[in-house]
């Protein structure tokens, strides 16, 4: 009698532990699956706002050059030492933009978490030539020819 009891006991934890292994198993499938679409919509959301930025570092730069241009023909309308001060200037801001292509270039290169620190360093080389522009632009706007 205890042996039959024995092997009921047996057979009913084997077959209830079989359960719970395939549950923990189809658990763990659907945990795995749900971890992994996570993280490709995080990775897809990152790209966009890396793509995002790209296009407005890029039309910023275009419109700096714009700017540099007009600052260029003012250039060309002033004599003496105001014309000397602008194009040394000019030159600056050109170089300066020349940096900021660069690293827009490692930026659009870079990937992950790499890209978030080149993020930093462009948005802040950007605030850096706009601000050069800006005091630039005001300073020779008071200069007579």
Sequence with gaps: MKSILS????????SAFAT???????????AAASAKAAATAAADYSIEQKEAFQKEMDLKIDAMKVE?????????????????KMKE?????????AELKKDLK?????????????KSG????????????????????????
């Design 68 to 84: 540099i241009a007009t600052m260029k023909d003012d250039a060309a309308k002033k004599t003496g030492d105001a014309k000397a």
């Design 122 to 145: 462009v948005a802040k080389a950007w605030d850096s030539i706009s601000d050069s522009y800006s005091k630039a632009k005001t300073e020779f706007s008071d200069k007579k020819e």
């Design 7 to 14: 092997l009921l006991l047996v057979l009913f934890f084997s």
């Design 20 to 30: 719970t292994t395939e549950d923990v198993s189809a658990k763990s499938k659907e």
């Design 89 to 97: 200037q000019i030159a600056a801001l050109e170089k300066k933009q």
């Design 106 to 118: 490692k930026l659009k290169k870079s990937s992950g978490a790499a890209w978030t620190e080149m």
